[in-house]
């Protein structure tokens, strides 16, 4: 398809389109509106005022960025309409003086509110290189929600807004899809990993690419949000504040330069709720997912947040509360991982599995939609995630009152120590062959853990061998001499034979040679082991 005949499907034109509502400042005094024009198109404008009024309109004029994409060359537009009443209904249009669009309408919030709704939404990407993309079942399943749940007064996403976000081709898909929805209600996008990806050529899925600083992203929505985020990496970070909420927005790219700003950000605000949205879940419910590449870079910054919503995964999970390697009961204690689930009837690619840190999974593979509506009242926040047939699957109520989350849930406290790979129990395969701590050197069983995993072990006379993910290791019992894949090393300790007649190791030794690393959970008394590749091990079958 050439670029003259993508024009003619959904090119930009003199007319306004893809018109988006978005929040900067306070919402009881002013909202953004953004939309779309040719190229060829350099000023514009919004006209707004009080709906069926007959006053003089305001005019509130844009901010434009020229943005060349691969099939089209646009003008984006952005205007702040403030001065706005609080808890007043408007009419406004957007345009320039002789191209206008329709007029739309949107009602500004309450002053000081501390009683509203949001509907969360991840993972609605769709569509293959044909284009156009199609996102019209998303727009169905959108209108369907907010007229069943009409007090939603913006919508926030956890990412994966696209399924490949460096070609115009799908950005105006996903707006073709909103269509007659975020003229109205504010939208706020969090960037996800199929939002910054691209191919060298989008029709044949050639050039695999990923784009560090998310152009298409960036440019599409340049002054959509607050310019608030870390130096350098502004539009996919911000934060914005509603009512007794505050929100910081995370992209994809420059964890450490994040973490620095999700500090920054929670310690200067005054806020009762602190949320973030960040698209890669640390809390994951998928058998073979890893977050090290997030966590523990974000830690600290993640930690200050009483829930981070999150995607990626197109399933539900909602974690205990977390902080500092440990599992707690009280909203107090830690942060709560909130993964949300697919919003665009995206069957998961990833098999929900019960995982340590989790209080409660969805295992979500039908092809149905799934979202979440978050209720504020003062100090009780209430999660309620749907699937889009009407069904309830998980409800809890956060209660900063009296410091309790309910149904009341407990995270688990072990009187031996336990190990766990990737937030499973290896229950059977360590039954009798938990860890054990000498001398301040926490020591694994070797064999029984990468068995677990899909790996092999072969055992000789005081010698075990463990190869998975591509590696080998080699321990000697009495030895702290160790044969890798990369050579020999020396150990933390020697290998010691203990429980069971099992060769043991040191953590640290077990882990360093197929990249793992490893904590300890002191306040539920496990060791968790994760890996940092996303890989299925699966035995040679000759």
């Given at each position: 398809?050439?670029?003259?005949e993508?024009?003619?499907?959904?090119?930009?034109?003199?007319?306004?389109?893809?018109?988006?509502?978005s929040?900067?400042?306070?919402?009881?005094?002013?909202?953004?509106?953004?939309w779309?024009?040719?190229?060829?198109?350099?000023?514009?404008?919004?006209?707004?005022?009080?709906?069926?009024?007959?006053?003089?309109?305001t005019?509130?004029?844009?901010?434009?960025?020229?943005?060349?994409?691969?099939?089209?060359?646009?003008?984006?537009?952005?205007?702040?309409?403030?001065?706005?009443?609080?808890?007043?209904?408007?009419?406004?249009?957007c345009?320039?003086?002789?191209?206008?669009?329709?007029?739309?309408?949107?009602?500004?919030?309450?002053?000081?509110?501390?009683?509203?709704?949001?509907?969360?939404?991840?993972?609605?990407?769709?569509?293959?290189?044909?284009?156009?993309?199609?996102?019209?079942?998303?727009?169905?399943?959108?209108?369907?929600?907010?007229?069943?749940?009409?007090?939603?007064?913006?919508?926030?996403?956890?990412?994966?807004?696209?399924?490949?976000?460096?070609?115009?081709?799908?950005?105006?898909?996903?707006?073709?899809?909103?269509?007659?929805?975020?003229?109205?209600?504010?939208?706020?996008?969090?960037?996800?990993?199929?939002?910054?990806?691209?191919?060298?050529?989008?029709?044949?899925?050639?050039?695999?690419?990923y784009?560090?600083?998310?152009?298409?992203?960036?440019?599409?929505l340049?002054?959509?949000?607050?310019?608030?985020?870390?130096?350098?990496?502004?539009?996919?970070?911000?934060?914005?504040?509603?009512?007794?909420?505050?929100?910081?927005?995370?992209?994809?790219?420059?964890?450490?330069?994040?973490?620095?700003?999700?500090?920054?950000?929670?310690?200067?605000?005054?806020?009762?709720?602190?949320?973030?949205?960040?698209?890669?879940?640390?809390?994951?419910s998928?058998?073979?997912?890893?977050?090290?590449?997030?966590?523990?870079?974000?830690?600290?910054?993640?930690e200050?947040?009483?829930?981070?919503?999150?995607?990626?995964?197109?399933?539900?999970?909602?974690?205990?509360?977390?902080?500092?390697?440990?599992?707690?009961?009280?909203?107090?204690?830690?942060?709560?991982?909130?993964?949300?689930?697919?919003?665009?009837?995206?069957?998961?690619?990833?098999?929900?599995?019960?995982?340590?840190?989790?209080?409660?999974?969805?295992?979500?593979?039908?092809?149905?939609?799934?979202?979440?509506?978050?209720?504020?009242?003062?100090?009780?926040?209430?999660?309620t995630?749907?699937?889009?047939?009407?069904?309830?699957?998980?409800?809890?109520?956060?209660?900063?009152?009296?410091?309790?989350?309910?149904?009341?849930?407990?995270?688990?406290?072990?009187?031996?120590?336990?190990?766990?790979?990737?937030?499973?129990?290896?229950?059977?395969?360590?039954?009798?062959?938990?860890?054990q701590?000498?001398?301040?050197?926490?020591?694994?069983?070797?064999?029984?853990?990468?068995?677990?995993?899909?790996?092999?072990?072969?055992?000789?006379?005081?010698?075990?061998?463990?190869?998975?993910?591509?590696?080998?290791?080699?321990?000697?019992?009495?030895?702290?001499?160790?044969?890798?894949?990369?050579?020999?090393?020396?150990?933390?300790?020697?290998?010691?034979?203990?429980?069971?007649?099992?060769l043991?190791?040191?953590?640290?030794?077990?882990?360093?040679?197929?990249?793992?690393?490893w904590?300890?959970?002191?306040?539920?008394?496990?060791?968790?082991?994760?890996?940092?590749?996303?890989?299925?091990?699966?035995?040679y079958?000759?």
């Amino acid at each position: 398809m050439t670029a003259q005949e993508w024009k003619s499907i959904r090119g930009s034109g003199q007319s306004p389109d893809q018109i988006m509502l978005s929040l900067k400042g306070d919402p009881s005094e002013t909202i953004t509106v953004r939309w779309r024009c040719d190229v060829s198109v350099t000023e514009g404008f919004a006209l707004y005022r009080e709906a069926g009024s007959t006053e003089e309109w305001t005019r509130a004029d844009a901010k434009r960025n020229a943005f060349k994409t691969d099939v089209d060359e646009s003008s984006f537009f952005f205007a702040d309409m403030s001065g706005l009443k609080p808890d007043t209904k408007y009419e406004y249009t957007c345009g320039d003086s002789k191209n206008r669009s329709d007029v739309y309408y949107f009602t500004s919030e309450k002053s000081n509110v501390e009683r509203f709704s949001f509907l969360c939404l991840s993972d609605v990407q769709t569509g293959g290189p044909n284009p156009p993309a199609d996102y019209s079942v998303l727009g169905e399943v959108v209108k369907k929600i907010l007229s069943e749940h009409p007090e939603c007064k913006f919508i926030l996403t956890a990412g994966d807004n696209t399924n490949c976000g460096q070609t115009d081709v799908q950005w105006t898909g996903l707006f073709e899809g909103l269509k007659g929805i975020i003229e109205s209600v504010p939208v706020m996008f969090c960037m996800g990993n199929h939002d910054d990806m691209g191919f060298e050529d989008y029709f044949t899925f050639t050039g695999k690419y990923y784009s560090e600083h998310a152009t298409y992203f960036t440019n599409q929505l340049r002054y959509s949000y607050p310019e608030n985020g870390p130096e350098g990496w502004i539009v996919p970070n911000y934060s914005f504040r509603y009512g007794n909420a505050m929100f910081a927005v995370t992209g994809t790219s420059g964890f450490e330069y994040i973490n620095e700003w999700l500090v920054k950000t929670a310690a200067e605000s005054d806020a009762v709720w602190k949320f973030a949205a960040h698209h890669f879940p640390v809390c994951y419910s998928g058998p073979n997912l890893e977050c090290y590449e997030t966590y523990p870079p974000m830690m600290e910054g993640i930690e200050k947040y009483d829930i981070m919503f999150s995607g990626h995964e197109h399933s539900y999970a909602r974690s205990y509360p977390r902080r500092n390697n440990g599992l707690y009961d009280r909203p107090s204690e830690g942060t709560i991982h909130y993964n949300i689930g697919s919003g665009n009837r995206n069957p998961p690619g990833t098999r929900v599995v019960p995982k340590v840190w989790n209080d409660c999974t969805y295992e979500h593979e039908e092809d149905l939609s799934m979202f979440s509506i978050v209720d504020i009242d003062k100090d009780k926040c209430t999660l309620t995630a749907y699937v889009e047939d009407g069904r309830i699957v998980d409800r809890c109520v956060i209660d900063k009152t009296d410091d309790t989350i309910t149904p009341i849930r407990r995270a688990p406290r072990y009187n031996r120590p336990r190990i766990k790979f990737k937030g499973y129990d290896l229950g059977i395969c360590v039954m009798d062959t938990l860890p054990q701590c000498i001398d301040g050197v926490w020591y694994v069983p070797a064999a029984q853990i990468v068995k677990f995993i899909g790996g092999e072990s072969k055992h000789s006379e005081g010698k075990v061998r463990i190869e998975v993910y591509g590696r080998f290791s080699e321990f000697t019992e009495n030895s702290d001499v160790m044969i890798t894949s990369e050579g020999e090393h020396r150990m933390k300790a020697p290998c010691l034979r203990l429980e069971r007649e099992q060769l043991y190791v040191p953590v640290d030794d077990f882990c360093s040679p197929f990249r793992m690393y490893w904590s300890y959970f002191e306040h539920n008394n496990f060791i968790s082991i994760e890996s940092e590749t996303e890989q299925l091990p699966v035995s040679y079958q000759p």
